[in-house]
């Protein structure tokens, strides 16, 4: 599978060049190597990208935005001038800072993508959760500096690598707009000298050469027409020209040289991911009771579940297993609602039941204080879909009159005998929680998510009880 070599330009600080040389970048690469693919998107909401490189009206099916919604990339690009294309610009990224949370998100789409080539990768001066996007996603990271305190800006860039994990072999500094006319008197004879060491000193690497500052340069976003003119085009004959043309060599070079990419690793890392996963669920899966905890009748057939109602699990996960929707709702109506006679599966209230069970846990434990063999007594809780306490009611286990639960008399019987009686035959300290599952894939409770959340609503019930 194809793999695009990703390119992030990231800095803290605004006005050091970061846009400049993103777009630039992307030109001098398409003039050294027409015939790699260039991919140019911003997360700067100024849109130079788009002033830059449109060449009539917008062509793609929607923009940077889009990386997010699971949108395929490649139809989000748009053929742009000299040769580059690009993802249009959004104005709407402030609505998605706020839903957006995880920094891996961008390299999942761009995993996705057929994209090839070159990617660059525009941030704003801000280490938000788009720029975390870029950087998590980035073969290799330019951080412009102008001066001493951008450099000290560069801390959180490498915060953000170490603290996900990531290896910092991808970051490099640029010195940027380097005033070329100061000289200093000592061992740093310009300020070039002097930010190279200032990195150095931090530990910071550094791309060879720098970007100096050239009023001509500058000039070309300055202009009546309001076009922005790239340096290749329109400085030819300034240094920067000569030093845009060696920095798009090393990155070309870079790309070359890099044999596992970014992208390749996370495509290895979310194949590695989804195993542990499936394994994680095979064990779950073969945890299982085999038949419903209730009647006992086979519910569980290799990875064929059903036909269950509910899902159950003892707090001290001895016992996980399904329970058959009648089993449990008749044993609910008959103990803890005060049936007195027997509810028939047509009897709308058994529809209202099941409707609101779908939105409820339900928890039996002994009930406190009735550790005593003769007192034992059977606590039945109801928790909303949060884990809050909806209701409880505490019935009297009759059958214990004779010393033992007689199997004859009671229906609870088999259901707690195997899920939460002790070796005496009483009921022990754990408790047991169940869950409405989905009449048609009652497994999925327990995929991950599903039963991440169980597990987190089998804790915070647990600590309400008394
Ligand atoms: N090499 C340069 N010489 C002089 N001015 C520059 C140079 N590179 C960028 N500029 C100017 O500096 C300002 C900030 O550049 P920009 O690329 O927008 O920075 P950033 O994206 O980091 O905010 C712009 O006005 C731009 O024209
Ligand atoms: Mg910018």
Redesign the pocket.
Same mark, same amino acid.
């Given at each position: 599978m194809s793999a695009p070599y990703i390119v992030t330009i990231s800095?803290e600080k &605004? &006005?050091? &060049?970061?846009?400049? %040389?993103a777009t630039n970048l992307a030109i001098y690469l398409k003039a050294l190597h027409e015939d790699l693919p260039i991919t140019l998107l911003s997360f700067d909401n100024h849109f130079s990208v788009d002033q830059m490189f449109r060449i009539n009206r917008p062509s793609a099916q929607g923009d940077v935005s889009n990386l997010f919604d699971g949108s395929n990339p490649d139809n989000l690009i748009e053929i742009g001038e000299y040769g580059v294309q690009f993802i249009p610009s959004s104005n709407q990224l402030h609505t998605l800072r706020r839903e957006l949370d995880d920094p891996a998100a961008l390299t999942r789409a761009l995993a996705k993508s057929g994209l090839d080539g070159i990617v660059i990768i525009d941030t704003r001066?801000d280490l938000d959760i788009f720029t975390q996007n870029a950087l998590y996603a980035a073969d290799r990271v330019i951080v412009?500096v102008k001066d001493a305190p951008s450099m000290d800006n560069c801390r959180r860039i490498y915060d953000f690598f170490d603290s996900h994990g990531l290896s910092r072999r991808p970051l490099r500094i640029l010195p940027?707009?380097v005033d070329g006319r100061i000289h200093y008197d000592g061992p740093f004879r310009d300020p070039y000298q002097l930010l190279k060491a200032y990195a150095i000193n931090r530990g910071y690497r550094c791309m060879e050469g720098y970007?100096?500052?050239?009023?001509k340069?500058?000039s %070309?976003?300055t202009n009546p027409e309001g076009k922005i003119y790239p340096v290749l085009t329109h400085g030819r004959q300034t240094a920067?020209h000569v030093q845009m043309t060696h920095i798009a060599r090393q990155i070309y070079l870079g790309s070359l040289d890099t044999e596992v990419r970014r992208m390749n690793e996370y495509r290895v890392d979310m194949a590695q991911a989804r195993k542990e996963h499936q394994s994680a669920y095979e064990t779950r899966l073969s945890d299982l009771e085999i038949g419903c905890l209730v009647c006992g009748k086979t519910l569980v057939n290799k990875d064929q579940i059903g036909p269950a109602g509910y899902f159950a699990q003892s707090s001290d996960q001895r016992i996980s297993g399904f329970i058959e929707e009648e089993c449990f709702t008749s044993l609910v109506f008959r103990y803890f609602y005060g049936a007195k006679r027997t509810i028939e599966t047509h009897d709308p209230i058994w529809d209202l039941f099941r409707e609101s069970a779908q939105r409820s846990y339900f928890l039996l434990q002994r009930a406190p204080h009735t550790r005593n063999f003769y007192q034992q007594k059977l606590s039945f809780y109801r928790f909303d879909d949060d884990g809050l306490e909806v209701s409880h009611k505490t019935i009297e286990l009759q059958e214990f009159e004779k010393r033992l639960l007689s199997k004859e008399r009671s229906e609870l019987y088999p259901l707690l005998e195997r899920t939460l009686f002790d070796d005496q035959g009483r009921l022990g300290d754990a408790f047991l929680l169940l869950r409405k599952v989905s009449s048609d894939l009652p497994e999925e409770i327990l995929y991950d998510q599903n039963f991440a959340t169980f597990a987190r609503i089998m804790t915070k019930v647990s600590t309400q009880l008394p």
């Open positions: 800095s &605004g &006005g050091v &060049g970061k846009t400049t %040389l001066p412009p940027c707009l970007i100096a500052k050239s009023p340069v500058e %070309l976003n920067v």
